[in-house]
């Protein structure tokens, strides 16, 4: 029996044609095919940004920051820095004082509004005139070799800000900050200091790379001239999962003049907008996906009027509503494991080679405007299909989930099946007599 079924089958996917689909068969397909890629595709893209984003933050931010009310400055922090550490029950990779705040940053004559980040520089214990650069500091290529670096004015810069501005290891960039106190009469005098450039890091983040600056504590506050103290105190835990926990342990443990912020509290908007994006462009392919499904159902609906006669003919001879209503289910149910399986495949592929699909695209784009505007004498400007500035990554972020796979797969097979009940039901329920007397149904 199942060889009966696996012929009628066939012959009804192949068509009368000799072709390996029939017209049908083929709209149908496609549309599960297109369907599944583009939804790999985009949910890859969807994924990929904010697991880049969340990364390049949580490698670059502190996960919690402990700071005074009213951003206060902290005068005993070491002793700050020993109860944090007593408090916290998880595991802690470092705890540190820090100073962050705006800055403006001058290079010949470039100005730029930046930020600085201070944070404390173990000693190198083989040379006393040295900082050690801790394991979690996000050097870039260049700089992997680099271990320490000369105390004194020196300081780390992005790498997509050496770009920007052509510096290099030992240029010299002005920094001009906020020192003191504010005075109602006086206001706020500046401090400026030119720093040495030690080293570049880089996140991967477009909007830190260009924009912070990284420096010693120690000079930091020489540099605001504000002593021995800190604004915050940052921790930096092993495990990001644990923030919560940590968090707790902080808000009860420490002092009411003392709060807590976590990574995820500074930066929720940005979270909350990204979660959006992915939530409505996975509802929009969703419907295509839908649309395509009842595509699928118009095409077994054709299947079935073009073979009233051989449907009565079956009935007949014998074959059962049941095997009538499975022989269409097991149509439909072929088109969607077929367009299923290759659709992710090639979705797959286009994720991983989109950057380079996309850098194509923009190369012969722009190359033909190029010419164009090089016959009329006009200028034109390169564009970028995924600009920098905008997204803040220097590469297309892609993550493909096996989990999300096996999920879309079985689905998308699912409602093929589904989608195939309607028509092999109205099969099923067609009468023999009236089929092969040409009535109507």
């Known amino acids: 029996m199942g060889k009966f079924y696996y012929f009628i089958i066939r012959h009804y996917i192949r068509g009368s044609g000799v072709s390996l689909f029939s017209v049908n068969a083929k709209l149908s397909f496609l549309g599960v095919f297109l369907g599944t890629s583009l939804l790999v595709v985009v949910l890859s893209i969807f994924s990929g940004f904010p697991k880049q984003l969340k990364d390049s933050i949580f490698r670059f931010d502190p996960h919690l920051v402990v700071m005074k009310q009213g951003q206060k400055p902290i005068t005993k922090w070491r002793e700050l820095k020993k109860r944090v550490a007593k408090l916290i029950s998880v595991d802690v990779t470092r705890i540190e004082g820090m100073v962050e705040s705006p800055a403006i940053m001058r290079y010949r004559r470039e100005i730029d509004h930046v930020f600085l980040r201070a944070r404390e520089f173990d000693i190198d214990p083989a040379d006393s005139k040295k900082y050690l650069i801790p394991d979690d500091f996000p050097l870039n290529e260049e700089g992997d070799t680099m271990n320490s670096f000369p105390k004194g004015n020196y300081c780390f810069i992005g790498s997509e800000m050496g770009d920007l501005y052509g510096l290099e290891p030992g240029d010299r960039i002005e920094v001009i900050v906020p020192s003191g106190h504010y005075d109602l009469k006086a206001g706020v005098e500046p401090s400026m200091r030119k720093l040495k450039i030690a080293g570049f890091f880089k996140t991967g983040n477009y909007e830190y790379d260009t924009k912070a600056i990284i420096l010693p504590l120690i000079t930091a506050q020489s540099l605001y001239r504000t002593g021995d103290r800190v604004r915050q105190v940052m921790v930096r835990l092993k495990n990001i999962d644990d923030l919560g926990r940590a968090e707790d342990e902080l808000f009860y443990g420490l002092p009411a003049d003392y709060s807590v912020r976590t990574i995820e509290q500074q930066k929720r908007n940005v ?50 509503d049941f095997s009538v209503l499975l022989i269409f289910t097991l149509i439909g149910f072929s088109f969607g494991v077929m367009g299923t399986f290759l659709g992710i495949t090639f979705g797959i592929f286009l994720a991983i080679n989109l950057e380079a699909i996309i850098n194509s695209f923009e190369t012969i784009y722009n190359t033909i405007g190029q010419t164009i505007t090089g016959w009329f004498g006009t200028y034109w400007s390169d564009i970028e299909l995924v600009p920098k500035d905008i997204y803040y990554f ?46 109507e149904q």
């Open 271 to 320: 979270f909350a907008a990204v979660k959006m994006e992915k939530t409505v462009m996975v509802i929009i392919v969703s419907l295509f996906i839908l649309a395509a499904m009842v595509g699928l159902m118009v095409s077994i609906f054709q299947v079935v009027r073009s073979r009233k006669k051989d449907i009565g003919i079956l009935k007949a001879l014998g074959l059962s």
């Open 394 to 439: 220097d590469s297309l972020p892609v993550s493909i989930e096996r989990d999300f796979l096996l999920v879309l797969g079985i689905l998308a097979i699912l409602i093929s099946g589904l989608a195939s009940l309607i028509p092999a039901w109205y099969a099923g329920k067609m009468e023999p007599v009236d089929i092969i007397r040409g009535a």
